[in-house]
T-cell receptor, first 111, second 111 residues
């Protein structure tokens, strides 16, 4: 069925460390994948996307890796800051702006 | 540039009633998508409109409906409300590119 799953519901890291959030997806036909960040009381905020013909894309302090062989997506956040505390969702595109979201990983930053 | 605006922010309704939620997309964006977010099911796609036409629909009962106006503003309606319809309803607008911008959502509570 439609599902994009997350490996861990919560992740706790030390401030300054790197964070890696993982995601498994189901639709081999998805042409792009997106990571969103959702802070308490707000809607999801776009972080970075990656097209299916790529295996890596870098942004500011973030890197997304795509492994189509095992249908796996990851988000790496470098030098994690307190402002990175949020729930992170991966999403895959099922066509015409239809996004299928994973369950989310809550990232907590320890001082 | 103003972001996506959803009204109202909070709503309490009684079982059996109906409700209409409103979404004003970012100026120039012609695609509007709706999502339901609950702790149990996560973010689930409801439907997407582009230029007043529904292009895609999720797996929700017919009690959930929507429409889009010529100015791209969109409304969604839920009839015969059930307790399980309590959720955060999110609207996202897009210029038909990968990045979708979400509003802060409407928190619907059905009692």
């Amino acid at each position: 069925g439609e599902s994009v799953g997350l490996h861990l519901p919560t992740l706790s890291v030390q401030e300054g460390d790197n964070s890696i959030i993982n995601c498994a997806y189901s639709n081999s036909a998805s042409d792009y994948f997106i990571w969103y960040k959702q802070e308490s009381g707000k809607g999801p905020q776009f972080i970075i996307d990656i097209r299916s013909n790529m295996d890596k894309r870098q942004g500011q302090r973030v890197t997304v890796l795509l492994n189509k062989t095992v249908k796996h997506l990851s988000l790496q956040i470098a030098a994690t800051q307190p402002g990175d505390s949020a729930v992170y969702f991966c999403a895959e595109n099922w066509g015409a702006q239809k996004l299928v979201f994973g369950q989310g990983t809550r990232l907590t930053i320890n001082p | 540039k103003a972001g996506v605006t959803q009204t109202p922010r909070y709503l309490i309704k009684t079982r059996g009633q109906q409700v209409t939620l409103s979404c004003s997309p970012i100026s120039g964006h012609r695609s509007v998508s709706w999502y339901q977010q609950t702790p149990g099911q996560g973010l689930q796609f409801l439907f997407e409109y582009f230029s007043e036409t529904q292009r895609n629909k999720g797996n929700f009962p017919g009690r959930f409906s929507g429409r889009q106006f010529s100015n791209s503003r969109s409304e969604m309606n839920v009839s015969t409300l059930e307790l399980g319809d309590s959720a955060l309803y999110l609207c996202a607008s897009s210029s038909n590119t990968i990045e979708a911008f979400f509003g802060q959502g409407t928190r619907l509570t059905v009692v």
